[in-house]
């Protein structure tokens, strides 16, 4: 679906492409495995000017739903990462490590994640659907301060870093297209009932603070989630709930 448009494909429709080819890549949800994959160039397969704001929205199967900027996502430029949509032929691809299924039957892949920072969080696997959203802002009003950002640089980047880490699996006040983590702002916001240590502890390990054998939140160590991003997050969120605070 892109816009407007809705157009389901098959697997066997993607494979009958003329630009689909084999690729050779480590993937990120099978460490340390190369694999080869069928796969076409996400550039290639959603061939369209697209403006300068506008996010792809990769919805997942399990909820998991990961706006990416369209601009990074259809690169073709071999200097940034490229990303590639990998279709399991076959239905043949391992479990991901333990898990009890497969990233297939669609993933998205990226050749030298390195070269543009790619994260986990970017690597949407068991795809059902990819979305053009024209504007997160647009889309999403509801996760983004009310009023204009003013002096607080760190709260403008802390939303990017919002959009890229959180916004995958947490609503923001309602808005959001996942269904795996709850909203971080309504009824309570974490900076409201975490003390700062605590919060930080919670976002970098969240066994670290409190484990339960349904948790599916990841770890994000520093080389994943930089501390400066950390910060900036953490005042987006201090931000939106003194914003709700307000209305």
Known sequence: MLGDEEHAVTREELLGRTDVRTI?????????????????????????????????????????SAP?????????????????????VADEW?????KASSAGPFYLVWENPELSRIVPE?????????QLV????????NAFPKSAFGEDAAVERGVEVFQTYCFPC?????????????????????????RP?????????????????GSKMPEFPEEILPNEDLVDLVEYLRYMAVSRSQD
């Not at 391992?94 to 333990?98: A, K, Y």
């Not at 970017?122 to 990819?130: D, G, H, N």
């Not at 024209?134 to 009003?141: A, F, V």
């Open 197 to 213: 240590e605590a919060l930080t502890r919670l976002i970098r390990s969240t066994g670290s603070v409190r484990a339960w054998s």
């Open 122 to 130: 970017e690597w949407p696997q068991r795809l059902v659907r990819i």
């Open 68 to 88: 990416i900027r369209a601009s990074r996502a259809t690169n073709t430029d071999p200097a940034g990462s490229v990303a590639y949509l990998a279709i399991d």
């Open 24 to 64: 050779l890549i480590d993937v990120e949800a099978y460490p340390g495995e190369r694999m080869q994959l069928m796969a076409i160039p996400l550039g290639r397969l959603i061939d369209r000017e697209l403006k300068e704001d506008a996010f792809l929205q990769f919805d997942c199967d399990d909820g998991f």
């Open 170 to 194: 947490h609503p923001m006040n309602g808005d959001g297209g996942e269904r795996i983590g709850p909203d971080l702002n309504t009824p309570m916001n974490p900076t409201e009932y975490f």
């Open 94 to 98: 391992p479990p991901i490590p333990g």
């Open 134 to 141: 024209p504007s997160l802002r647009t889309k999403y009003p």
